[in-house]
Each structure stands twice: as C-alpha cells, then as structure tokens.
T-cell receptor, first 115, second 114 residues
C-alpha cells in the first residue's frame, strides 16, 4: 500500500484565490510527522509546513495551512491568496519511527497559478 | 550561510561508466540522504547515513554505492550496474530527530546517460 497518496497530478488556480492540495497517508506508527515541500522548476525542495501526529491544532505558516484530519488520515495543504510564484510541484511527505525517522514522499501535485 | 552543496548541477555520462555525485553540508547535521527523482514517481530513497562510517540501503540501492568518511560529506557513486541512471538526484541532511523542518535539501544534480 502507498504510504503517501497524492491524487491530483495537476491543479490550476486563479491568482488571489485559495487552493487545496490533497494528501492522504497510511501508517500504524502512533508518532509521525507530516510535511509539505515546494519544488520550483529550478529543482530545490523548499520546506513549507509541518504537522506532528500529536499536535492538537492545524499548522499554519503564513499563507500555508495544513488541514489535518487524523481519523481520515488526511493532511491537505491549503494555500490562500495564490501568487504566480506559487506555481511549482508540491510534495506531501511523512516521517515515521522513533529511532531512524524515515521520510516517505508522495508523487507530487503540479500547481499552476493563472493570472 | 549554512547549507548543502551538490555538484555538479548537470552531469553527462557514457553508458558503462561509473560517476560520482558530490554532496557537502556545513549545517553540522548528523544524518544525510540520497534521493532519486523521476517524473511521476516522486522521491525515492537510495541510501542514508546517520553517523560517520555507517550507512544503510534505502528502497532502491541497487547499482549505487556511498561512503561517509566525514560528517560533512556523503558522495554517491552511480555504477555501471545501475540500469536506468538518468534521473534527478537530490541530497538532503537533517539532525537526528529532524525537528519540525525535516530535511534540508541541496539543489540537485541532473544525470544524463548518453
């Protein structure tokens, strides 16, 4: 079974609108962390936001928020007020384990912001 | 400024040749990782190392080798045994326990076999 599932290969959003990128995960480890990374066309991976499995509140970082629904095992990224510079690949990732904390990545969603 | 440096950015290799990708970090991170990225497949873990002189295979280690002689350096060798080496390779590092920001990534090396 896939550990991280991103079902949207590509998404379009109008500039200044909000967009939600979907991510579901699968783990039996009670302690885990969920990440979102942005990858522009230049290739570097940029950390956006983190949610721990025991965190009570949804994480927010500026225009990014993580809609964490633990029972449904989903960790969707919400980008508010989209900007042209948000056009990129977005990867959801999960960290599991206490000793060696392996990180597994989803296949990504390509977001294009339309002027 | 601290960070991870991968070199070269672009690399061309003739079929049947070994090639080594460089990864250096000055973040004082204990753990380092190599990922391979192919279109439509996300990132897949090749090798990782949590301490000097120790490393472990990831999900797709066949045809690759690594060394960790210094904390700062984690070079990846793509050997001639790797059947489909053309890909984008990303190096990352982290503190053990990772903190809330996960990995710090390099800017990647794009390897093309000609």
């Amino acid at each position: 079974a896939q550990k991280i599932t991103q079902t949207q290969p590509g998404m379009f959003v109008q500039e200044k609108e909000a967009v939600t990128l979907d991510c579901t995960y699968d783990t039996s480890d009670p302690s885990y962390g969920l990440f979102w990374y942005k990858q522009p066309s230049s290739g570097e991976m940029i950390f956006l936001i983190y949610q721990g499995s025991y965190d009570q509140q949804n994480a927010t970082e500026g225009r990014y928020s993580l809609n964490f629904q633990k029972a449904r095992k989903s960790a969707n990224l919400v980008i508010s007020a989209s900007q042209l510079g948000d056009s990129a690949m977005y990867f959801c990732a999960m960290r599991e384990g206490a000793i060696y904390q392996k990180v597994t990545f989803g296949i990504g969603t390509k977001l294009q912001v339309i002027p | 400024d601290g960070g991870i440096t991968q070199s070269p950015k672009y690399l061309f290799r003739k079929e049947g040749q070994n090639v080594t990708l460089s990864c250096e970090q000055n973040l004082n991170h204990d753990a380092m990782y190599w990922y391979r990225q192919d279109p439509g497949q996300g990132l897949r873990l090749i090798y990782y190392s949590q301490i000097v002189n120790d490393f472990q295979k990831g999900d797709i280690a066949e045809g690759y080798s690594v060394s960790r002689e210094k904390k700062e350096s984690f070079p990846l060798t793509v050997t001639s045994a790797q059947k489909n080496p053309t890909a984008f390779y990303l190096c990352a590092s982290s503190m053990v326990g990772q903190g809330v920001k996960g990995y710090t990534f390099g800017s990647g090396t794009r390897l093309t076999v000609v």
